[in-house]
T-cell receptor, first 111, second 117 residues
Framework: LAKTTQPISMDSYEGQEVNITCSHNNIATNDYITWYQQFPSQGPRFIIQGYKTKVTNEVASLFIPADRKSSTLSLPRVSLSDTAVYYCLVGDMNRDDKIIFGKGTRLHILP | NAGVTQTPKFRILKIGQSMTLQCTQDMNHNYMYWYRQDPGMGLKLIYYSVGAGITDKGEVPNGYNVSRSTTEDFPLRLELAAPSQTSVYFC????????????????FGPGTRLTVT
């Protein structure tokens, strides 16, 4: 069961770096870790994906320790527009659970 | 590219009515998905398709049917609508790259907000 656990909600201030950690103790050897962002009344949008170590793109960084049992999404210098729900996925279509979107983390950025 | 488009944006159904939610993608993706999202909750997979003519059940398929006659279209059919089907429905598509390991990136449509009363 590729289940993930992440905080229900987080608050931060504009200009701060925000780190959201996701636990996935039962991650399988071949599984990738993917993060999506969802604004109200919109569909989720892909942010970043990784398998091990560190991945960085123009939006975020993803840190994955050697044991891969957790991962941390890092958003540098957040703005009000980063207020959204962030989902951590460890997908494996081989298993009965299919693709699992949990409740995600509601990030609220304050001015 | 328009990406993933869904129609209608909103719909109100009476209990027992039927309707089809339309989904079209213009990215030539092989894989397509239907999710539902209840208020304050994550997305739950209803059905998915790995190519034209092939569909499979997701986590919550009861009360729904799908078909995939073309690569572009993946309609979702609700028969005998019930209040429990009140939700926001999202269609998504992907290439299917290393799909079983979750390496694939999904592209989502804007959603259809359905109310059954």
């Amino acid at each position: 069961l590729a289940k993930t656990t992440q905080p229900i909600s987080m608050d931060s201030y504009e200009g701060q770096e925000v780190n959201i950690t996701c636990s996935h103790n039962n991650i399988a050897t071949n599984d990738y870790i993917t993060w999506y962002q969802q604004f109200p009344s919109q569909g989720p949008r892909f942010i970043i994906q990784g398998y091990k170590t560190k991945v960085t793109n123009e939006v975020a960084s993803l840190f994955i320790p050697a044991d891969r049992k957790s991962s941390t999404l890092s958003l540098p210098r957040v703005s009000l527009s980063d207020t959204a729900v962030y989902y951590c996925l460890v997908g494996d279509m081989n298993r009965d659970d299919k693709i699992i979107f949990g409740k995600g983390t509601r990030l609220h950025i304050l001015p | 590219n328009a990406g993933v488009t869904q129609t209608p944006k909103f719909r109100i159904l009476k209990i027992g009515q039927s309707m089809t939610l339309q989904c079209t993608q213009d990215m030539n993706h092989n894989y397509m998905y239907w999710y539902r999202q209840d208020p304050g909750m994550g997305l739950k997979l209803i059905y998915y398709s790995v190519g034209a003519g092939i569909t499979d059940k997701g986590e919550v398929p009861n009360g729904y049917n799908v078909s995939r006659s073309t690569t572009e279209d993946f309609p979702l059919r609700l028969e005998l609508a019930a209040p429990s089907q009140t939700s926001v429905y999202f269609c998504a598509s992907s290439y299917g790259r290393n799909w079983r390991a979750g390496e694939d990136e999904q592209y989502f449509g804007p959603g259809t907000r359905l109310t059954v009363t």
